[in-house]
């Protein structure tokens, strides 16, 4: 009988900068309480409509039931970053300083008993609403807002190297539960879409000798700015649009504390942009110097907009010069695009996780049926050094990640 468990761990604090962790690292599993697994995979959402985690609940479920693999989801650091997940949307010093304006120019009191979020956009599309409908012509009109994004859990987004930690330490913590034989001598699999994808990738960067294959959808392989320093990276090109209530057009960037200036100890430097950088040179030669074990199995769309088709060719071209095991699928013309699989010629395209999954997991399960040690197995101590001597490093003997 395939049963579903949750897990409550101790997390990673953000060594980067400095913050500890008050909330415990939550993941799920599925698996089969009569059969010996098979393996073990990772499902990575990304910021996509997979985030919800009673879609995740039951797709574990499926996989489990289907594959005869114990099939984990965690929720790692800000998984909960957008609205339909739980987040809820906040004004910053420079959202208010810009609302407050628009509130001035329209000659509107707020109401002093009621200055939630809510409350003030509320009574602020209230009067354009009322407003526009004195002229025909404005009835299209929108008036333009920033807003933050805070994600559950008062998490923040760090970006990439948090949340591949916990994904790391949920496997260490799978060992503890007594899926050590399971961890060292089956397939590891792990597969995302978008930031999943992107996580997937650092996944195999940090563990290169841990997953058998990795199997991921659009990734950026720069990191995005906008995602990292929010604002101040660029106000016009936020992170989310979309329209709130009748008359608002809502420009929105998820909680950071990276910051762009030098002074802070929270600057975003060139050894945070670095490490997360899958195309930085010296990153790629260190860890090709790992003689990573991992398959990569990737999709890319060229019409893709939001991470980008010519950095990803550029980073594939990379990891197959230096002997990795590479199968991309580039998606270049909308005849590829059958409508199952794939549904969309943009970016992540679509596609369907229980589809691609079909497509490759039962060879990959055949190929890696005897699966080589992992880092796990072998005491592995990755480590990373970037331009400025700041060093990265994943202890696998003793489950430990540090910053230096």
Same mark, same amino acid.
């Given at each position: 009988?395939?049963?579903?468990?949750?897990?409550?761990?101790?997390?990673?604090?953000?060594?980067?900068?400095?913050?500890?962790?008050?909330?415990?690292?939550?993941?799920?599993?599925?698996?089969?309480?009569?059969?010996?697994?098979?393996?073990?995979?990772?499902?990575?959402?990304?910021?996509?409509?997979?985030?919800?985690?009673?879609?995740?609940?039951?797709?574990?479920?499926?996989?489990?039931?289907?594959?005869?693999?114990?099939?984990?989801?965690?929720?790692?650091?800000?998984?909960?970053?957008?609205?339909?997940?739980?987040?809820?949307?906040?004004?910053?010093?420079?959202?208010?300083?810009?609302?407050?304006?628009?509130?001035?120019?329209?000659?509107?009191?707020?109401?002093?008993?009621?200055?939630?979020?809510?409350?003030?956009?509320?009574?602020?599309?209230?009067?354009?609403?009322?407003?526009?409908?004195?002229?025909?012509?404005?009835?299209?009109?929108?008036?333009?807002?920033?807003?933050?994004?805070?994600?559950?859990?008062?998490?923040?987004?760090?970006?990439?190297?948090?949340?591949?930690?916990?994904?790391?330490?949920?496997?260490?913590?799978?060992?503890?539960?007594?899926?050590?034989?399971?961890?060292?001598?089956?397939?590891?699999?792990?597969?995302?879409?978008?930031?999943?994808?992107?996580?997937?990738?650092?996944?195999?960067?940090?563990?290169?000798?841990?997953?058998?294959?990795?199997?991921?959808?659009?990734?950026?392989?720069?990191?995005?700015?906008?995602?990292?320093?929010?604002?101040?990276?660029?106000?016009?090109?936020?992170?989310?649009?979309?329209?709130?209530?009748?008359?608002?057009?809502?420009?929105?960037?998820?909680?950071?504390?990276?910051?762009?200036?030098?002074?802070?100890?929270?600057?975003?430097?060139?050894?945070?942009?670095?490490?997360?950088?899958?195309?930085?040179?010296?990153?790629?030669?260190?860890?090709?110097?790992?003689?990573?074990?991992?398959?990569?199995?990737?999709?890319?769309?060229?019409?893709?907009?939001?991470?980008?088709?010519?950095?990803?060719?550029?980073?594939?071209?990379?990891?197959?010069?230096?002997?990795? /095991?590479?199968?991309? +699928? !580039?998606?270049? =013309?909308?005849?590829? @695009? #059958?409508?199952?699989?794939?549904? $969309?010629? %943009?970016?992540?395209?679509?596609?369907?996780?229980?589809?691609?999954?079909?497509?490759?997991?039962?060879?990959?399960? /055949?190929?890696?049926? +005897? !699966?080589?040690? =992992?880092?796990?197995? @072998? #005491?592995?101590?990755?480590?990373? $050094?970037? %331009?400025?001597?700041?060093?990265?490093?994943?202890?696998?003997?003793?489950?430990?990640?540090?910053?230096?």
């Amino acid at each position: 009988m395939t049963i579903v468990k949750s897990y409550n761990i101790k997390a990673t604090d953000d060594l980067e900068l400095k913050i500890l962790r008050e909330s415990p690292l939550r993941y799920h599993i599925a698996f089969d309480d009569q059969k010996k697994p098979d393996g073990i995979i990772f499902s990575i959402p990304g910021f996509g409509a997979d985030s919800d985690i009673n879609y995740q609940l039951n797709l574990i479920e499926h996989i489990s039931k289907t594959y005869n693999l114990i099939a984990v989801c965690v929720e790692y650091h800000c998984f909960f970053s957008r609205i339909r997940t739980g987040a809820s949307y906040g004004l910053n010093p420079y959202d208010m300083e810009i609302f407050l304006d628009i509130i001035k120019r329209y000659g509107i009191e707020l109401d002093p008993d009621h200055l939630d979020f809510d409350s003030v956009v509320t009574q602020l599309n209230d009067y354009v609403t009322t407003e526009k409908q004195k002229d025909p012509k404005y009835s299209e009109y929108k008036e333009n807002i920033f807003a933050t994004i805070l994600p559950k859990k008062d998490e923040y987004q760090n970006f990439g190297i948090l949340q591949t930690i916990d994904i790391i330490t949920v496997l260490s913590h799978l060992k503890s539960l007594g899926y050590a034989d399971i961890i060292n001598k089956k397939p590891l699999f792990a597969f995302g879409s978008s930031h999943g994808a992107y996580i997937s990738n650092l996944l195999m960067k940090f563990a290169p000798n841990t997953f058998d294959a990795i199997i991921e959808n659009s990734t950026y392989v720069k990191p995005p700015l906008k995602y990292i320093v929010g604002q101040e990276h660029d106000t016009k090109s936020s992170e989310t649009l979309s329209c709130y209530k009748d008359s608002i057009l809502l420009h929105a960037f998820t909680l950071t504390n990276w910051t762009k200036d030098q002074s802070s100890p929270r600057y975003f430097s060139d050894s945070a942009y670095e490490i997360r950088d899958l195309l930085d040179s010296d990153q790629l030669e260190q860890f090709f110097n790992y003689k990573n074990k991992t398959e990569l199995i990737s999709y890319h769309c060229i019409e893709d907009t939001i991470a980008s088709f010519e950095d990803k060719e550029r980073y594939i071209e990379a990891l197959k010069k230096s002997n990795c /095991k590479v199968d991309f +699928n !580039s998606i270049k =013309t909308k005849e590829q @695009i #059958d409508g199952e699989l794939l549904k $969309t010629f %943009s970016h992540a395209m679509g596609m369907s996780n229980k589809k691609i999954l079909e497509k490759h997991l039962p060879f990959l399960l /055949k190929k890696y049926a +005897n !699966s080589t040690p =992992t880092d796990f197995c @072998i #005491d592995s101590k990755i480590s990373y $050094t970037t %331009s400025l001597h700041n060093i990265y490093t994943y202890d696998f003997k003793h489950s430990v990640f540090s910053y230096s």
